[in-house]
């Protein structure tokens, strides 16, 4: 050990000496993590975006249900008035990370049930989810993609506000009346006429055939229930989904009541966002092997073409290991650089080239969905520190590992043969 830093003196005078060469090397190490940071802060905030349009129609990051409601969907394991007020007190009370203090949760209280829309032109199923017009703005985006009239309000007591593609097909339009059909909570079928007050179009085709909103209130009358079916939460972020689903189920729980983050209640998108996942360390294992046999080769070629060198450093007096351990430490260093070089370069690249997102719109169709949700072609990318972390820390794991070789090889160089090389 106290011979260390000679040994790593006399690495950093060879990086020197073969300047070009280590400049290359390390290039190929920096251009590959920060390409690694790019495609994955990329891919990271496409996947935010998705979540974020997933959970904002209507399941939230997380949601407080009835025990037993998620498998039936059925009125008569609702949330009781006495469980509603236990669910937002306990929202209202749980100590939340700093990051909420400028986008504190939002809670969203939903009567949901499946019935059927009809019109003198048809009938057809529809999902009916009675909201609350204060809150839903800044829950849902379906008040950002109307297409005709507008969104609820407070006293549009029977009205409804329905999909473009359900208008057209039960031949609707804003200000025509139509029939809202659904059995009650005492177990009859009960009729609501309702006046359509506005249209969206979400791009998802499913969605805008089937979704209707219309006043908690008035789904409350119709349907006979006191408390509701979900209370839906949205976080600032998915990343607060599990700390904050565990704090609201342990304090709730007790009362009979499910807790519930957007994995669960929305699977279809979790496996796709998986599934995507899954691709891009497919892609960051090929570059992860690129750039494993660039620094392989860089530092192999470099002990072939020193031999002699080698040799007489072992003549004067450094152990087979010692010697190797140069040619190591050469690693090590250009490891290190490269990685200080490549984050910063990842951050240039997305902070100043794509700040405000990479427009994919001209490359895909119109209204391409992602497991079930409209896909929008800006990604705009999100650096998470510990995908930054993850990166580094594989990177340099590879650069370590692919220095061990040429580190072996010149540790078995024989000093007798070696010094004849020319």
């Given at each position: 050990?106290?011979?260390l830093p000679?040994?790593?003196?006399?690495?950093?005078?060879?990086?020197?000496r073969?300047?070009?060469?280590?400049?290359?090397?390390?290039?190929?190490m920096?251009l590959?993590?920060?390409?690694?940071?790019?495609?994955r802060?990329?891919?990271?905030g496409a996947?935010?975006?998705?979540?974020?349009?997933?959970?904002?129609?209507?399941?939230?990051?997380?949601?407080?249900?009835?025990?037993?409601?998620?498998?039936s969907?059925?009125?008569?394991?609702?949330?009781?008035a006495?469980q509603?007020?236990?669910?937002?007190r306990?929202?209202g009370?749980?100590?939340?990370?700093?990051?909420?203090?400028?986008?504190?949760?939002l809670?969203?209280?939903r009567?949901?049930?499946?019935?059927?829309?009809s019109?003198?032109?048809?009938?057809?199923?529809?999902?009916i989810v009675?909201?609350?017009?204060?809150?839903?703005?800044?829950?849902?985006?379906?008040?950002e993609?109307v297409?005709?009239?507008?969104y609820?309000?407070?006293?549009?007591?029977?009205h409804a506000?329905?999909?473009?593609?359900?208008?057209?097909?039960?031949?609707?339009?804003t200000?025509?009346?139509?029939v809202?059909?659904a059995?009650?909570?005492?177990?009859d079928?009960?009729?609501?006429?309702?006046r359509v007050?506005?249209?969206?179009?979400?791009?998802?085709?499913?969605?805008?055939?089937?979704?209707?909103?219309?006043?908690?209130?008035?789904a409350?009358?119709w349907l006979?229930?006191?408390?509701?079916?979900?209370?839906?939460?949205?976080?600032?972020?998915?990343?607060?989904?599990d700390?904050?689903?565990?704090?609201?189920?342990?304090?709730?729980?007790?009362?009979?009541?499910?807790?519930?983050?957007?994995?669960?209640s929305?699977?279809?998108?979790?496996?796709?966002?998986?599934?995507d996942d899954?691709?891009?360390?497919?892609?960051?294992?090929?570059?992860?092997?690129i750039?494993?046999?660039?620094?392989?080769?860089?530092i192999f070629?470099?002990?072939?073409?020193?031999?002699?060198e080698?040799g007489?450093?072992?003549?004067?007096?450094?152990?087979?290991?010692?010697?190797?351990?140069?040619?190591?430490?050469?690693?090590?260093?250009?490891?290190?650089?490269?990685?200080?070089?490549?984050?910063?370069l990842?951050m240039?690249?997305v902070f100043?080239?794509?700040?405000?997102?990479?427009?994919?719109?001209?490359?895909m169709?119109?209204?391409?969905?992602?497991?079930?949700i409209?896909?929008?072609?800006?990604?705009?990318?999100v650096?998470?520190?510990?995908h930054?972390?993850?990166?580094?820390?594989?990177?340099?794991?590879?650069?370590?590992?692919a220095?061990?070789?040429p580190?072996?090889?010149a540790?078995?160089?024989?000093?007798?043969?070696?010094?004849?090389?020319?």
């Amino acid at each position: 050990m106290g011979r260390l830093p000679t040994l790593a003196w006399l690495a950093l005078r060879n990086l020197g000496r073969e300047f070009r060469r280590s400049a290359l090397t390390a290039a190929a190490m920096a251009l590959g993590l920060a390409l690694l940071i790019w495609s994955r802060s990329l891919a990271d905030g496409a996947h935010e975006d998705w979540i974020d349009a997933g959970v904002r129609l209507g399941e939230g990051h997380v949601t407080f249900t009835a025990s037993g409601y998620r498998d039936s969907k059925s009125l008569d394991d609702r949330l009781s008035a006495a469980q509603l007020e236990v669910a937002l007190r306990a929202l209202g009370e749980v100590e939340f990370p700093d990051a909420f203090a400028t986008a504190p949760p939002l809670a969203s209280v939903r009567v949901e049930t499946r019935g059927l829309a009809s019109s003198p032109d048809g009938a057809l199923p529809v999902f009916i989810v009675g909201v609350q017009p204060s809150v839903e703005p800044g829950f849902s985006r379906l008040g950002e993609e109307v297409v005709d009239g507008r969104y609820l309000e407070e006293g549009d007591r029977l009205h409804a506000f329905i999909g473009a593609s359900l208008a057209e097909r039960l031949g609707v339009r804003t200000g025509s009346r139509m029939v809202l059909t659904a059995q009650s909570a005492s177990g009859d079928i009960e009729g609501q006429l309702v006046r359509v007050v506005g249209t969206y179009r979400t791009g998802v085709q499913g969605l805008d055939e089937s979704l209707v909103h219309i006043l908690l209130a008035t789904a409350r009358a119709w349907l006979g229930v006191e408390g509701a079916t979900s209370v839906a939460v949205l976080l600032p972020n998915s990343t607060f989904t599990d700390p904050v689903r565990g704090e609201l189920d342990s304090a709730t729980r007790p009362d009979g009541i499910q807790v519930v983050g957007w994995p669960e209640s929305l699977p279809d998108l979790y496996a796709a966002l998986q599934l995507d996942d899954g691709g891009d360390w497919a892609f960051h294992v090929i570059l992860f092997i690129i750039v494993a046999l660039a620094i392989l080769n860089a530092i192999f070629m470099s002990v072939l073409n020193r031999k002699r060198e080698l040799g007489l450093l072992r003549a004067l007096g450094l152990s087979g290991g010692e010697t190797g351990l140069v040619v190591y430490i050469e690693g090590v260093l250009l490891t290190g650089a490269s990685g200080i070089v490549g984050v910063a370069l990842g951050m240039v690249i997305v902070f100043v080239f794509f700040r405000d997102g990479m427009d994919l719109s001209g490359l895909m169709p119109d209204d391409i969905n992602f497991g079930g949700i409209a896909f929008d072609p800006v990604m705009v990318p999100v650096i998470q520190a510990r995908h930054v972390v993850q990166s580094v820390l594989l990177t340099a794991t590879i650069g370590l590992a692919a220095s061990l070789f040429p580190a072996w090889h010149a540790a078995r160089l024989d000093p007798a043969e070696s010094v004849k090389v020319e």
